[in-house]
């Protein structure tokens, strides 16, 4: 459904209903349960499947326009609460959770890139715009010579006001300030922002120019702690034992979206974007790699990367999980979260133990939901 254009929104209703639905003693258990197993306490059973029992709201939580969360702080946040309102809503398994959510052009934006806005009757969140090589070339000078990006320039500092924006806002909420946890903002990865920055031509330069892409990705990968640091430090309850990414959770304090590496080979992701994922992972004390689509080819490599806890994915179907998946993740302490169900019924069906490693029931991918039925076929 469309989110609606201009609509008026008083922040303090919807916190308020919420506040009211919010059973402590659910959450507890809840986040009890989140913590057990990412600690690896669920070996128990073969998976992980949370859930709460439901609490309608009696409000109507109307969906608004995209473009409208980039004008005004309160818009933002209630597009995000929206999700928790669902959650308590029907039931559903996942923390409460919120961050700044400002689309895919947070790092691309401190290096110049302008963001494009589709006609608010589109309403999708805005891209970055692809820059000219000869500017990123000028960017990866000036980053050698010691002048490195802003990380608060773009849309940085509007994720860190955002932030502290919404601290203000629960102090009168004492219950939503306990349970809602806040993250960190979309980063996306080291080749995603490559691609980001360099439009199409990307793959071929990364046989066509090498030695440029190496300089770059060490551009994007230095940013991307920096800015990272920085918002921490802004906000402490985003550590680096736990993260609480899409309302799940995984061990250590940062996720890398590789989406745009599953059009690579495993071959260009272990000479190009290894060492940038490596030297992230390290920075926090671990953490977690998101894909979509079909990444097997990457999994062995995500598995190799020191302190990487859990992976996400979001397409089982299109991946070879008994061969590949399972063996380089939860045969080597990697969990998997937000598996959909229908992976789940065909593991159930074939027998196979996953260990208590794989939580079950989300599906995390921006642009669809969980399919009702396995594409493979429910036979499969």
């Known amino acids: 459904m469309e989110g609606q254009l201009n609509m008026e929104?008083?922040?303090h209703e919807y916190l308020?209903?919420?506040?009211?639905?919010?059973?402590?003693?659910q959450e507890e258990k809840l986040l009890a349960d989140y913590y057990a197993f990412a600690d690896r306490k669920m070996d128990d059973r073969s998976y992980f499947e949370p859930k709460r029992n439901p609490a309608p709201s009696n409000l109507d939580w109307p969906d608004i326009c995209f473009n409208d969360t980039f004008r005004e702080f309160d818009k933002m946040i209630y597009k995000q609460l929206r999700r928790c309102n669902d959650q308590l809503t029907k039931g559903g398994g996942e923390l409460l959770v919120v961050r700044p959510s400002y689309g895919i052009g947070l790092i691309p934006s401190m290096f110049g890139c302008e963001l494009k806005f589709l006609p608010d009757e589109q309403d999708y969140l805005p891209s970055p715009v692809k820059m000219d090589w000869d500017s990123i070339m000028q960017l990866v000078e000036d980053f050698k010579s010691g002048k490195k990006p802003d990380v608060?320039?773009?849309l940085g500092q509007k994720c860190i006001d955002a932030g502290h924006h919404l601290e203000e806002l629960l102090e009168s909420y004492p219950k939503i300030k306990k349970y809602l946890h806040l993250y960190t903002p979309d980063t996306q990865g080291p080749c995603d922002v490559a691609e980001a920055l360099i439009g199409s031509d990307f793959y071929l330069d990364l046989y066509d120019e090498e030695d440029a892409i190496h300089d770059i990705t060490d551009m994007i990968t230095d940013t991307f702690i920096r800015f990272v640091r920085v918002w921490k430090e802004e906000f402490p309850c985003c550590g680096n034992d736990y993260s609480f990414d899409y309302g799940l959770i995984y061990k250590g304090g940062i996720l890398i979206r590789e989406d745009s590496a599953c059009n690579i080979s495993g071959t260009m992701y272990d000479e190009f974007f290894f060492e940038s994922d490596q030297k992230i992972i390290s920075a926090f004390n671990?953490?977690?790699i998101h894909f979509c689509g079909r990444g097997d080819h990457l999994v062995k490599s995500f598995s190799n990367i020191e302190g990487v806890t859990a992976i996400n994915m979001s397409q089982p179907d299109m991946n070879k999980m008994d061969?590949?998946?399972y063996p380089n993740t939860i045969d080597k302490d990697i969990q998997i979260i937000g598996m959909p169900k229908f992976e789940i019924r065909r593991c159930d069906r074939h027998g196979i133990n996953l260990k208590g490693m794989v939580h079950v029931g989300i599906c995390?991918?921006?642009w669809m939901g969980e399919p009702e039925t396995d594409p493979r076929g429910e036979d499969c």
């Open 323 to 325: 061969e590949i998946v």
């Open 152 to 154: 608060r320039s773009g």
């Open 286 to 288: 671990g953490g977690l």
């Open 364 to 366: 995390v991918a921006a």
């Open 9 to 11: 929104i008083n922040i």
């Open 16 to 25: 308020v209903d919420l506040e009211g639905r919010i059973d402590e003693v």
